[in-house]
């Protein structure tokens, strides 16, 4: 979900009945855990000045509103380098995550940063990348991963098969440790593999396909993690039709 505007820079606070309504709801309806995404406008790699200071504003403002609201995970694309190179681009992630951290006292809240497709100038498509990311974090006990099959199958990872499937999460554990992980974002790719495109597509109707799905969702690496889908929604399936055919490959 999102807390605010996802394609603006600009939010109203937080209202104490709003929070206490959530907080009720959420506990009600079992809606644990609860998993926030940033807005598509901050750029954490960005080596403009004034974009790049609003963006480690943007990220620091979202997890007091986590805080507040009890949702113990924020996810966040990495950003661009916008050319200026991946060197410019780690040093300004690296600072942006301990700036919010640092702003940030509580300790209920876990930074979750996310694979990239592997788009020109994109931070974060490697786990090479993440790891030197994770490698220059002061509290690394309050930053974790999340996993974009699309993203990760654009950027080279296979997950077409058991065997690749395998493979990758045995690779992501090797360097990047699978204890780090704690949401999939559950997506098939328009793109072949290692397109660099960052396409989403219905599940088993990409590239990845079905037997992908089925292997990965019943890999013990990742079965019972939370789940999240960001498929499209047009003639030929919507959401709850997605939702179904995860639960059929899962069997």
């Not at 104490?16 to 959420?26: C, G, L, P, T």
């Not at 974790?144 to 997950?159: E, I, P, V």
């Not at 992501?172 to 793109?191: A, C, P, T």
Request: neutral net charge; hydrophobic residues 35%; charged residues 30%.
């Amino acid at each position: 979900m999102f807390t605010r505007n996802p394609r603006g820079w600009r939010f109203s606070k937080l209202k104490s009945d709003e929070v206490a309504e959530f907080r009720r709801k959420a506990n009600e309806f079992g809606f644990i855990p609860v998993v926030t995404h940033m807005p598509y406008l901050p750029n954490l790699s960005s080596p403009r000045k004034i974009i790049y200071n609003k963006s480690v504003k943007s990220l620091s403002a979202e997890m007091e509103r986590c805080a507040d609201l009890a949702i113990p995970y924020v996810v966040t694309h990495l950003g661009s380098h916008l050319g200026k190179g991946v060197e410019i681009g780690l040093e300004r992630i690296i600072s942006a995550v301990n700036t919010a951290i640092s702003e940030n006292v509580s300790n209920e809240v876990m930074l979750l940063l996310e694979n990239t497709a592997g788009t020109k100038n994109s931070m974060g498509s490697s786990f090479e990348d993440v790891k030197k990311i994770l490698d220059g974090i002061e509290q690394k006990n309050r930053v974790g991963l999340c996993f974009d099959t699309a993203h990760a199958f654009a950027a080279g990872y296979d997950l077409r098969t058991i065997e690749a499937v395998d493979e990758t999460l045995r690779r992501f554990d090797r360097v990047l440790g699978i204890e780090r992980l704690k949401v999939i974002h559950l997506n098939d790719s328009k793109g072949e593999l290692g397109s660099g495109r960052d396409r989403h597509e219905h599940i088993g109707l990409g590239y990845i396909g079905e037997n992908g799905f089925s292997s990965f969702l019943k890999h013990q690496s990742v079965k019972d993690l939370p789940i999240i889908l960001e498929t499209p929604i047009d003639g030929r399936r919507d959401e709850t039709g997605n939702i179904r055919k995860v639960r059929e490959l899962s069997q």
